[in-house]
């Protein structure tokens, strides 16, 4: 039965982490392939807003072509005696949750990355007109947060004026991100944690501290608070910070406990301020990835409106899958774009001394948080197109990791002069962790601890049961 009975579709908790394929959409807004999408809530006087009114500039959703990505905005006006500006980004937030709950309703990512498709079989059901949407989160969002007395809704279709108010709201966006610079981790006694996106991420906690945003880069240390004292028993909750374990790597007992038991028990430790050992968990909404490129023992930087190829050939979405779902892999690390303006960023692995190359349009949106002498000798996709000629541009520049290639530790040299240039084959069986290639159904995992291994042949056969 649904949660609501004028509604066509039913309206739960239980849709959260549902996916929408490309076949099955009845059409797709914002998204990938779509330049200008935004969603952005802002509070005003009671007087300025009228409770849940709808509007709909552009076509409505029964007139959008079929099987198409369109141009999407959100744009939520609330008004409540206990409202502050503060919030705003704790309720934008909330829209991701909210939309979840609609069967054949799709939500990812967040402010400016927008990506929802509905399906045809609820268009179908007659879930056909955003005032059906405007319907919906209107109760969702007055039963959950209270505080909320007049709430009104205006979506956007319509290109140019997405593209006119997509500017506004990015303004705002890094109106909201500088204020929250400037207090320090260590100036504090509590962090605060997420778990929004544990539908689609069941042992993700997000870790969020003033130095070190959301992955999703849509709240910060004082969103956080803001959120925990409206909503105490709500996704986003405090994190009493306890004894600092390692100040380097950032690591906190509290933090500890906390993801240990919002994950139950799968993630045990977290190490902030690293891509190695125990790195922050990632759920998929995040804004970047940093990516360890062993070539030349540096990291690139990838965010998701990167088109093309990284220097090492790989994808957004190819470093993506591989760093999302909430697991802790070494060598990648989920990441906001404010984080990179962060003096905690990749602190413990060298912070901007160890990045090696980024896009273009990253480069410009963070480089006054840049060391200045490090801006010219990082390279982007006009620079280099492969490793061979990152290598060569890394050299020209005079980039610090460069050095780190002439520090092998002696030990380790002798036993590379030590090591045969050829052994007997390796025979190595797997499971777990999926591979193209293989049948469908069948998985693999490598795990290789402790080893330096050069390896000019692997073959790996599917494992059968007996």
Request: some cysteine.
């Amino acid at each position: 039965m649904s949660m609501f009975e004028d509604i066509p579709v039913d309206v739960g908790v239980i849709y959260e982490g549902e996916r929408i394929r490309y076949r099955q959409m009845q059409v797709e807004l914002g998204g990938p392939r779509e330049k200008y999408k935004f969603e952005l809530v802002r509070v005003f006087p009671m007087d300025e807003v009228e409770d849940g009114k709808v509007t709909i500039i552009g076509p409505d959703l029964k007139d959008l072509e079929e099987g198409k990505n369109h141009p999407f905005g959100i744009y939520i006006k609330v008004a409540g005696k206990e409202l502050e500006r503060d919030l705003e980004g704790v309720i934008e937030r909330r829209i991701h949750e909210y939309i979840n709950y609609i069967e054949g309703f799709m939500h990812l990512n967040q402010r400016y990355d927008i990506h929802l498709r509905l399906s045809k079989k609820s268009f179908q059901r007659g879930f056909n007109t955003f005032k059906l949407l405007g319907k919906v989160l209107e109760r969702l969002f007055k039963s959950e947060l209270p505080i909320i007395e007049k709430i009104e809704f205006i979506f956007v279709t319509d290109r140019e004026k997405v593209k006119e108010m997509y500017e506004e709201a990015m303004r705002i966006y890094q109106e909201r991100d500088a204020r929250a610079r400037g207090l320090t981790d260590e100036e504090v006694d509590t962090f605060y944690g997420c778990t929004l996106c544990q539908s689609f991420a069941p042992t993700h906690v997000c870790v969020i501290t003033p130095q070190r945003y959301a992955n999703c880069g849509a709240i910060s240390w004082f969103d956080g608070r803001a959120a925990a004292r409206v909503d105490p028993k709500g996704p986003i909750f405090a994190i009493p910070k306890g004894k600092c374990l390692d100040p380097v790597k950032g690591e906190y007992e509290g933090a500890n406990k906390a993801v240990r038991d919002k994950s139950l028990g799968e993630i045990t430790r977290v190490w902030l301020y690293t891509a190695f050992g125990y790195p922050h968990t990632s759920c998929g909404c995040f804004e970047g990835c940093a990516f360890y490129i062993p070539e030349v023992d540096g990291f690139g930087i990838v965010d998701r409106n990167f088109r093309g190829e990284t220097v090492n050939g790989l994808t957004f979405t190819t470093i993506a899958d591989a760093t999302a779902g909430g697991r802790q892999v070494d060598g990648f690390h989920g990441l906001s774009i404010e984080y990179m303006r962060s003096k905690k960023f990749l602190q413990a692995d060298g912070g901007w001394s160890r990045v090696v190359w980024l896009p273009k349009s990253v480069k410009e949106r963070v480089k006054d948080f840049i060391p200045p002498d490090l801006v010219d000798k990082i390279a982007t996709e006009e620079d280099v197109s492969n490793l061979d000629e990152l290598r060569e541009f890394l050299i020209a520049r005079g980039h610090p990791v460069v050095e780190r290639w002439k520090e092998m530790p002696a030990e380790e040299a002798a036993v590379e002069a030590e090591r045969p240039e050829e052994g007997p084959a390796l025979e190595v069986s797997m499971e777990g962790l999926p591979m193209a290639g293989l049948p469908a159904g069948m998985n693999v995992k490598i795990i290789l601890k402790g080893a330096r291994l050069k390896v000019k042949k692997m073959i790996i056969k599917p494992m059968r049961e007996k």
